[in-house]
């Protein structure tokens, strides 16, 4: 998904990222309104009682965290702005700690930091690895940006990435009291609204399709982004964030594994490691017996 709205921001004309956001958040905005219809959940449009300030955070801080990443995209290599956004299971678990007296152990610790470890040699960002010339291949991580255009990009990754933690802990905070397609109701409708509203202030221009592979990049975003999304959601109201969303670090492996098959790129040793420690620390995490929370009992029973 990343890798599409990569490859929209570099068409002629270039396909903003607020606009993304709008057919992506659209699609989904759609498909959960339509199944939660279907299916008879109750209050498919305001939500339930009692959660929806949180669920108003969730759609806002979402839409912050999205905008983040796909700006970030714009400006920086998908290896950087993929490096940033996996600094967001090391925010959440400390946010889950401290606002939801969630258990945080050294052991999750380590092992977030040793992913983190891992996504570095496996993206192997220019501004680590500039003496490492081989490990760095020819026109895929080095983009043609100024030094202005570059600290854009940190700077956006870097507001995606309190967003993104806000989302996250929002979610758990709901936990079971909503129905998944509600949080994702909230986060499309707001994400959607204000990207509209972004578009119209800052007087951003449509792009609009002129072949078929533009089409085919926007409905892919859309799609896979609709359902990362009920993934996501799912894990998280089950999960604490700090384990949770841990398990967002094997995209990277699929990645890996998607550019052998498609693109024919053979992983390098570097990337191999990495896949390593990745695997090794949420295999880790996810046999650490789960610690009690506060919230448990309210959870099982909502």
Not at 48 to 54: E, N
Not at 143 to 153: D, H, K, L, N, S
Not at 247 to 276: C, D, H, K, N, T
Request: positive net charge; contains cysteine.
């Amino acid at each position: 998904m990343n890798l599409s709205v990569k490859m929209l921001s570099k068409l002629e004309p270039p396909v903003h990222a607020f606009e993304v956001i709008i057919v992506r958040m659209g699609i989904t905005l759609i498909c959960c309104v339509t199944y939660m219809i279907a299916m008879g959940v109750p209050d498919p449009i305001v939500g339930p009682k009692g959660v929806r300030t949180l669920l108003v955070t969730r759609g806002i801080t979402g839409f912050l965290g999205l905008v983040g990443l796909y700006l970030s995209i714009q400006y920086l290599s998908v290896a950087d702005a993929t490096v940033l956004t996996f600094l967001t299971p090391l925010t959440t678990a400390i946010t889950g700690c401290v606002l939801l007296r969630e258990g945080y152990s050294a052991t999750q610790a380590v092992a977030g930091v040793c992913s983190l470890f891992g996504v570095i040699l496996i993206a192997r960002p220019p501004f680590l690895f500039n003496s490492m010339p081989a490990a760095i291949p020819d026109g895929l991580y080095l983009p043609e940006t100024t030094p202005a255009q570059r600290m854009m990009g940190v700077g956006a990754g870097m507001i995606g990435i309190v967003g993104a933690t806000g989302a996250y802990t929002a979610i758990r905070a709901i936990g079971r009291r909503a129905h998944p397609m509600h949080a994702m109701t909230f986060f499309s409708l707001w994400c959607t609204i204000m990207a509209s509203l972004g578009m119209v202030v800052f007087g951003i221009p449509v792009a609009y399709p002129i072949s078929w592979k533009w089409s085919l990049l926007l409905l892919m975003v859309g799609v896979f982004g609709f359902v990362a999304q009920i993934l996501l959601t799912l894990g998280l109201q089950r999960e604490t964030v700090s384990r949770g969303s841990t398990g967002v670090y094997f995209q990277m492996l699929f990645a890996v594994v998607l550019e052998r098959l498609i693109f024919g790129v053979m992983p390098s040793l570097l990337s191999v490691l990495g896949a390593a420690i990745i695997m090794s620390s949420a295999l880790c995490v996810a046999l650490t017996r789960r610690e009690p929370t506060r919230d448990s009992t309210t959870d099982s029973t909502a």
